[in-house]
């Protein structure tokens, strides 16, 4: 897994040279993210002038994105926002810059490799390669690829969607003046880096040109904000689904209870054979937009000054004095609320 990098801007740091066998040199790089498990990384790669790799594929997944400069892959000349998938195995033709350029790379599934090649391998996924000039040939979309959705003003493009994982790499701008003042966290992990401009989040700050993040799953982020806009690559790894809140202090445990709870409230009879081990838990995870205090009048009282002197802060579908329910849990022991 990789660890939470954020914020981090890659302009903070120098390029290193690529040794890996098998890369050309004039390959320079700024690890960006890295998992020690697999060796998957993201990294801003500079491309110096007269850069020349010999045909070849990955042994893993890869996506390239050039972020300034021109590339020429084969004879095809590709500027900044083209965008490549490559399946692993999937050979490229020679791959130049003359004057040299900026790309992202993205090595999902394991370490960055060249295998010299001017065939694919036996088993690669050919069908899976697409390339696109992003920038040029995509127009942009509403952000509500999924709901609940973004706030408008946020665009996005959708470069490649995996349709077992639901993964999605995806370009995304935020309009001049965009805002969003919920909280946000995912049942996956995301990924992002600055294309151009710049966007505030309450918990990270700004993040620049050249500004990157790989968040894993449950952390929350936003309220968001964009003064003049800003460009960016997102990537997630499995599907993208906004559990959007108000608690700026839920911890990812917290988080990642609210989803399950979710879950078993939508699905309850997934939830029922896939996560619940040992028995029926009757109350499930805990929600905490559903257990937590809130303030003001609810119910027609005071719920944080009960009149009776205990809090309201604990907030159940049924009631445990209700012997006779189903619900009823093996191990009930006494709890600290008054329902009744
Ligand atoms: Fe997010």
């Not at 000039?133 to 490649?160: E, Q, Y």
């Not at 040992?278 to 995870?285: E, M, Q």
């Not at 937009?289 to 205990?310: I, N």
């Given at each position: ?76 000349t ?7 998938f ?40 050919v ?5 696109v ?35 999605m ?21 995301e ?86 081990k ?8 805990e ?24 809090r ?11 012997h006779?329910?189903?619900h ?13």
């Open positions: 897994m990789r660890p939470h990098i954020e914020p981090f801007c890659d302009r903070d740091v120098r390029f290193k040279n690529m040794r890996l066998p098998g890369f050309a040199t004039g390959m320079r790089y700024k690890m960006l993210s890295f998992d020690p498990e697999t060796g998957g990384c993201t990294m801003s790669v500079q491309l110096d002038a007269g850069y020349r790799q010999a045909p070849g594929f990955s042994w893993g997944e890869r996506e390239l994105t050039v972020i300034e400069g021109e590339l020429q892959v084969g004879d095809r590709c500027r900044k926002g083209h965008y490549f490559l399946p692993a195995g999937y050979a490229l033709p020679e791959v130049r810059s003359d004057k040299g350029c900026l790309v992202l790379e993205m090595h999902n599934t394991g370490e960055p490799s060249h295998e010299e090649s001017t065939e694919h391998h036996p088993q690669a996924q069908d899976l390669y697409h390339d000039d992003s920038f040029m040939d995509i127009p942009w979309a509403m952000g509500n690829v999924t709901k609940p959705s973004v706030a408008a003003g946020c665009l996005i493009k959708l470069l490649n969607y995996n349709p077992i994982s639901h993964a790499t995806f370009l995304y701008c935020m309009a001049p003046g965009f805002w969003q003042d919920n909280i946000s966290y995912h049942d996956c992990a990924e992002s880096y600055h294309l151009w401009g710049t966007s505030w989040m309450m918990q990270f700050g700004d993040i620049p040109t050249g500004g990157y993040f790989w968040r894993p799953a449950y952390i929350n982020h936003g309220a968001f904000a964009s003064e003049f806009g800003c460009i960016a690559l997102g990537r997630t790894d499995s599907k993208l689904f906004n559990h959007f809140h108000y608690n700026p202090w839920s911890t990812p445990v917290e988080n990642a209870d609210r989803s399950l709870a979710r879950i078993y409230q939508r699905d309850p009879l997934l939830y029922k054979w896939a996560f619940s040992d028995h029926n838990h009757p109350h499930g995870p929600d905490f937009e559903q257990t937590m205090k809130r303030r003001g009048d609810e119910d027609g009282h005071d719920t944080e000054h009960a009149s009776d002197g205990h309201h802060d604990h907030w159940h579908g049924h009631h445990h004095s209700d006779d329910s189903p009823r849990h093996p191990l009930d022991e006494p709890h600290d609320d008054h329902h009744e």
